[in-house]
């Protein structure tokens, strides 16, 4: 089972690709709680040049108090992140987090039937961009 769904965006910039991204997030119930421009990041951290890459810390707060209520420290995986990233010039990937795969090492059938939920609105978001 792999641990995240990803699209591959042609034709598009960078900024593009993170708008709607974030468009289609909020669609399906999902503000961005956290944006962390790893490619500035790591040229202010360690002086070194990085591709166009986001990770958007997706929340679904619904989803997420169904969760918190089924497991008091789940809160450690939250966020769900979704990857942005530029592979080359007019080619974006988009990347999102199976919360299925993640929660697996959580024995919880409540937890799991709420990870279900939430894994077919972002399977919903990368498919639709």
């Known amino acids: 089972m792999s641990y ?3 699209k591959t965006l042609s034709n598009v910039s960078f900024e593009e690709a993170l708008q709607r991204v974030t468009e289609a997030l909020q669609a399906e119930g999902f503000g961005i709680l956290t944006e962390i421009d790893v490619q500035a990041t790591l040229k202010k951290k360690l002086d070194v040049d990085f591709r166009k890459y986001r990770i958007l810390g997706a929340c679904n707060p619904p989803f997420a108090y169904q969760a918190l209520q089924a497991e008091d420290k789940i809160g450690t995986m939250l966020p769900c992140n979704v990857v942005v990233q530029e592979l080359s010039p007019g080619q974006v990937e988009v990347a999102a987090i199976d919360p299925v795969a993640s929660m697996m090492a959580v024995d919880n059938h409540r937890l799991s ?5 939430v894994r077919k609105k972002l399977q919903q978001v990368v498919k639709g961009l």
Do not use: G, H, T
């Open 4 to 6: 995240y769904f990803a």
């Open 113 to 117: 039937e709420v990870a279900e939920l």
